[in-house]
């Protein structure tokens, strides 16, 4: 999906561990959603952790994905703030 939560963490000194605390759920939890396809309101939930957007959230060299229902691709399109 090209999520840099992980990265994020890695880069601010944060452990899977202590974010799952901070997220006020289990490290198992917080894995299997990183690893899976996290909700919007998920997503929304790590940003205001990390105080980051949800665009942040991502990798910016990800153009396009794939519909986790249907399989078509969704063009992304980020716009970058001067």
Do not use: Y
């Given at each position: 999906?090209?999520?840099?939560?992980?990265?994020?963490?890695?880069?601010?000194?944060?452990?899977?561990?202590?974010?799952?605390?901070?997220?006020?759920?289990?490290?198992?939890?917080?894995?299997?959603?990183?690893?899976?396809?996290?909700?919007?309101?998920?997503?929304?939930?790590?940003?205001?952790?990390?105080?980051?957007?949800?665009?942040?959230?991502?990798?910016?060299?990800?153009?396009?994905?794939?519909?986790?229902?249907?399989?078509e691709e969704i063009r992304l399109s980020i716009d970058e703030k001067?």
């Amino acid at each position: 999906m090209g999520l840099i939560v992980k990265d994020i963490l890695k880069s601010r000194g944060i452990s899977i561990k202590d974010f799952a605390a901070l997220l006020g759920i289990n490290r198992v939890n917080l894995s299997n959603q990183l690893s899976g396809n996290p909700t919007l309101e998920t997503l929304e939930k790590w940003a205001a952790a990390l105080n980051v957007t949800v665009p942040d959230l991502f990798d910016k060299k990800i153009t396009a994905i794939n519909c986790p229902k249907c399989g078509e691709e969704i063009r992304l399109s980020i716009d970058e703030k001067s």
